[in-house]
């Protein structure tokens, strides 16, 4: 079992940047393949970027390519999510998730946080 907690969503203007944290709790962080996800009102939500548990492999949603960046640190438990060049249609809530299996997927995460809140305006 591992519990989730976001944290550095906010309002920022388009062209501006945040940086999203993701913290998880218990000793076995190493072995979960971590992810992003968003959801936007009235949308479903989406994957948006995963990293394999040495940081060494990701992968991202086509339309932030260039954009953000997902990392992690181990020694602290954390993933992160760099977001630069935000655009409105970036606004939404942002969740990270867990995956206990190996491989960097799109779906069928196994733990999921409460989410931030991401405002992008134009």
């Known amino acids: 079992q591992v519990q989730l907690v976001e944290s550095g969503g906010g309002l920022v203007q388009a062209g501006g940047s945040l940086r999203l944290s993701c913290a998880a709790s218990?000793?076995?962080?190493?072995?979960?393949?971590m992810g992003w996800f968003r959801q936007a009102p009235g949308k479903e939500r989406e994957f948006v970027a995963a990293i394999n548990w040495s940081g060494s492999s990701t992968l991202y949603v086509d339309s932030v390519k260039g954009r953000f960046t997902i990392s992690r640190d181990n020694a602290k438990n954390t993933v992160y999510l760099e977001m630069n060049s935000l655009k409105p249609e970036d606004t939404a809530v942002y969740c990270c998730?867990?995956?206990?299996?190996?491989?960097?997927?799109?779906?069928?995460?196994?733990?999921w946080g409460q989410g931030t809140q991401v405002t992008v305006s134009s």
């Open positions: 218990g000793r076995t962080f190493t072995r979960y393949v």
């Open positions: 998730a867990a995956r206990r299996s190996n491989g960097l997927v799109t779906s069928d995460y196994d733990y």
